[in-house]
């Protein structure tokens, strides 16, 4: 299976500041049709996960734009280019590529 | 607006059997493909299995792989996870979504096995 590892595993950002989260993957991620299936997910407390970004940088709908991926092949980041009190969570990343589908142990965002 | 709500969840010994069933609405149902994806303090985040539109495709996760069977109805617009054989290690919360986890999830329905 592709193990997904994120670091930091818990970050502490003061309001208003950027904060940035990696992923790495142990394979590539470009798929044999060309697309890379990596996402990244937001889970606030007490909620179900949702997702944020799929396919390496593409924002889902609702999702502020303060939030950015990038990254390609096998490294990946979340950037968060100011941090709200509403962010505050667990931020997973996620392969689709390859099966089984595999998530990163998820890093904890929290205000300073 | 689009519901995903899960229900058959509970507590269950080892060995033991439970069918997990997921509502939908706000979305053509019989178009997308559709998972159930698993939560849990050890494991994490996992991705349990999937199912094709028609039902004709089907993939799991190997851990569950002859023990879990996922079906459809799409008169009911409805996803079941028939679990048996459950074990310790199968406690987590199960989440219903669409095949590319789509937003949003649904809230999710507690599994425990203990004796």
């Known amino acids: 299976d592709v193990v997904m590892s994120q670091s930091p595993l818990s970050l502490a950002v003061t309001l208003g500041q950027p904060a940035s989260i990696s992923c790495r993957s142990s394979q590539s991620l470009v798929h044999s049709d060309g697309s890379t299936y990596f996402n990244w997910f937001q889970q606030r407390p007490g909620q179900s996960p949702r997702r944020l970004i799929y396919?390496?940088?593409n924002r889902d709908s609702g999702v502020p734009d303060r939030f950015s991926g990038s990254g390609s092949g096998t490294d990946f980041t979340l950037k968060i280019s100011r941090v709200e009190a509403e962010d505050v969570g667990v931020y997973y990343c996620?392969?689709?590529?390859?099966?089984?589908?595999?998530f990163g142990q998820g890093t904890k965002v929290e205000i300073k | 607006e689009v519901q995903l709500v899960e229900s058959g969840g509970g507590l269950v010994q080892p060995g033991g059997s439970l069918r997990l069933s997921c509502a939908v609405s706000?979305?053509?149902?019989?178009?997308?493909?559709m998972s159930w994806l698993r939560q849990s303090p050890g494991k994490g985040l996992e991705w349990v299995a999937n199912i094709k539109q028609d039902g004709t495709e089907k993939n799991y996760l190997d851990s569950v792989k002859g023990r879990f069977t996922i079906s459809r109805d799409n008169a009911k617009s409805s996803l079941y996870l028939q679990m048996d054989s459950l074990r310790v290690e199968d406690t987590a919360i199960y989440y219903c979504?669409?095949?590319?986890?789509?937003?949003?999830w649904g809230q999710g329905t507690l599994v425990t096995v203990s004796s």
């Open positions: 996620m392969q689709g590529t390859h099966w089984p589908r595999t």
């Open positions: 706000g979305f053509t149902f019989r178009t997308y493909w």
């Open positions: 396919k390496v940088s």
């Open positions: 979504a669409r095949d590319a986890l789509t937003p949003p």
